[in-house]
């Protein structure tokens, strides 16, 4: 990438590390970024443009408590920026670890790109408790609306008291019941976000994404459970129960499993990020999670998808109950106070005015039974994408919604830990619950990746890199090739593989498709209906010893193509495919045949099939050598290579030659070795 010019790195400073605390700031065309002891305002065009930087150090004392306290000084002992939410038109809320002890202050932006303003408030700061963590590796999230700081993070230096806060603002501070393992069970927090619940602004829902410890006895055999949790954003708390604390609060389970063989599913535990994909209405984004294993057996991961319908009607569904002898989790299928537990108080559903209004039943309702039920399937009941065996793990998601000439596609671009980013997207079949997936790309940023933001914006321990979500050039130099990748981002525009813009003319641009059956024929006619005049189509000639073995290079460039073989015998011209059996292997980057004979002489034929499409790869004409041939000239070089004679110095002469060959690229030595000392 870096090659290509494709990728664009701001390479850090040598005394600060950890960028992954991002916030857009498209109106003044700007990314910022918190990192060890620094804050970063980069140009959104090219990062390495006009870089502006803040410098944010814990203060000495800080730093010497910090080692005393048994931290390490070097990796945890600095101020790790880890939230950075707008204030207000001209000013970002800012709170760093302050090497574990959180602080806060404001960060000064300007109204307009042209004021060029970009400094810390130096005369304000204040205790960054129950808003930022104090342990720089401790996940944790924040989102603030109108003033007011919604923060799922842990309250304490240990690193014991973990609780949903909402701070700043006008109200009186509010958090989650303190250490009750019904409510948070050594939470880790991956997102927050607000969600419109009906027209009302006073049904507005914050949605908390986490993973935590099971709750006692709660799905037995599996340490992690990952949660979608809700509250009400104008929760006041209660009267005389719950006072400052959260009255609205529920949690349910999300659920993303592979169904196998007898009922037993393969079951991806640890939630790692989520994404929310808008829609034309507000109230029903399409949520994108990403989940891993917890299992020591397997690694794998896979993303799932997940409707507002459907989340909703887990919440309004059964509480979970301990009940029966052995004090289990089972439905509660008792009588549920009215309003019902986690309704917003508002005149669309109850009249009520303020939480601290709710009769006292359905505040100790709300304190005993903070968890649904039945978990909230993905739609299809499956992953969309799942990876198992590989090396890396995925880590964090965005995804970017395409207009094609055939309507939106959503583009996924996924982090690893092994710092790769892949480019997939999903393809309906015949339902928007039957989908293919397409990995695009598959590319190597950093060593260790940490974040991706719409751009594309990547961030690690290393630095800042951005890159374009579109790199067409690397399709091929084809129509077909264009077309067959299938990235919504590039089209055929007659003579390359290019940006795909949807406001272009039609009469200037060619029609990318990602369904290829229904309109890819009409953009690359020309070279689908001639396969055999494709113009790249590779040919070589190469030699092979009959009762040896060889290999036939050919490997697609789509990832999703099959190869398939035929085979072109001398003075005929009729091609026939080639049949997979004990002595012919197809792999993945060619056709194996174990031991050749007379018979395998000939023209082979690599395809490429995709979508019923055939592509022409390579062309490898093959010419056996019979074993005699050469058994005769090994045997009369090696008895006679000390015949001085011309007669034996010409049989010599002419094996060498035949070793030789210019064209004799696949006749590889250890086949020779092998037949030196059988004959």
Wanted: hydrophobic share 35%.
């Amino acid at each position: 990438m870096l090659e290509s010019s494709n990728l664009v790195t701001f390479t850090g400073l040598a005394n600060s590390s950890g960028y992954d605390t991002f916030l857009m700031d498209e109106e003044r065309g700007r990314l910022l970024v918190g990192a060890e002891d620094h804050v970063f305002s980069f140009d959104l065009v090219n990062i390495n443009r006009d870089v502006k930087q803040i410098a944010w150090p814990a203060t000495p004392s800080k730093r010497d408590e910090c080692k005393w306290a048994g931290k390490d000084l070097g990796k945890e002992c600095s101020n790790f920026v880890r939230v950075l939410q707008p204030y207000n038109q001209t000013h970002i809320y800012i709170c760093g670890t302050g090497a574990f002890h959180p602080i806060c202050s404001y960060l000064e932006i300007g109204k307009r790109a042209e004021d060029n303003i970009f400094r810390l408030d130096a005369n304000y700061f204040e205790n960054g408790r129950g808003k930022s963590p104090y342990d720089p590796k401790m996940q944790s999230s924040s989102l603030l609306i109108d003033e007011e700081l919604y923060s799922g993070t842990s309250a304490d230096f240990m690193g014991r008291d973990f609780a949903i806060f909402r701070t700043l603002g006008s109200h009186h501070p509010i958090r989650t019941e303190q250490h009750d393992s019904r409510w948070l069970n050594d939470p880790r927090f991956l997102g927050i976000h607000l969600i419109p619940e009906s027209d009302n602004p006073e049904d507005d829902k914050i949605f908390l994404f986490f993973k935590e410890n099971a709750m006692d006895g709660e799905y037995t055999g599996k340490a992690t459970i990952s949660r979608i949790g809700q509250l009400c954003k104008n929760d006041m708390g209660g009267h005389r129960s719950l006072v400052n604390k959260w009255t609205t609060f529920l949690k349910a389970k999300l659920t993303c499993s592979v169904p196998g063989l007898s009922g037993i599913d393969t079951h991806f535990d640890e939630l790692q990020d989520v994404f929310l994909m808008s829609a034309k209405d507000p109230k029903n984004p399409v949520i994108y999670a990403v989940f891993t294993t917890s299992s020591n057996i397997f690694r794998g991961s896979a993303i799932c998808m997940y409707s507002m319908a459907d989340i909703r009607r887990v919440f309004l569904g059964p509480y979970a109950h301990r009940d029966g002898p052995n004090y289990q989790w089972v439905p509660f299928q008792g009588r549920v106070p009215y309003p019902r537990p986690g309704t917003c108080p508002s005149k669309t559903f109850g009249g009520f005015d303020s939480t601290k209004d709710l009769p006292d039943d359905v505040i100790t309702f709300a304190r005993l039974h903070p968890a649904m039920y039945n978990p909230v399937q993905p739609m299809g009941g499956k992953p969309i994408v799942v990876r198992t065996n590989v090396e890396y793990q995925f880590t964090q998601l965005v995804v970017d919604r395409v207009e094609a000439e055939d309507g939106q596609y959503d583009v996924m671009f996924i982090g690893t830990d092994l710092g790769t980013v892949l480019k997939v997207v999903t393809i309906p079949r015949e339902s928007w619950h039957d989908l293919e997936e397409v990995v695009l790309e598959e590319m190597t940023v950093f060593r260790s990746c940490a974040f991706l933001l719409q751009q594309l914006y990547l961030g690690s321990d290393l630095g800042i890199s951005q890159m374009p979500l579109h790199r067409c050039e690397v399709y091929g130099k084809a129509c077909a090739e264009c077309c067959l990748a299938r990235d919504p981002y590039c089209a055929w525009d007659g003579t390359e593989c290019s940006r795909y813009f949807p406001t272009a003319p039609l009469v200037h641009r060619s029609i990318l498709v990602l369904n290829i059956t229904s309109l890819c024929v009409c953009v690359c006619v020309c070279v689908l209906d001639d396969l055999e005049g494709y113009s790249s189509v590779e040919e070589r000639s190469v030699y092979g010893v009959e009762n040896s073995s060889m290999f036939l290079e050919c490997s697609p460039k789509s990832q999703r193509a099959l190869i398939y073989w035929q085979l072109q015998k001398p003075n005929d011209e009729r091609k026939h495919e080639i049949v997979i059996d004990e002595r012919l292997s197809l792999t993945g980057q060619g056709l194996l045949i174990r031991s050749l004979t007379q018979a395998d002489s000939g023209v082979y034929h690599c395809h490429a099939v995709e979508h019923g499409f055939i592509q022409p790869l390579r062309r490898v004409n093959l010419q056996v050598i019979p074993s005699q041939r050469v058994g005769e000239l090994l045997l009369r070089a090696g008895a006679n290579d000390k015949d001085p004679s011309p007669k034996h110095k010409l049989w010599y002469r002419d094996f060498m030659s035949l070793l030789e060959h210019p064209d004799l690229n696949s006749l590889h030595s250890r086949t020779i070795c092998r037949l030196q000392p059988s004959r």
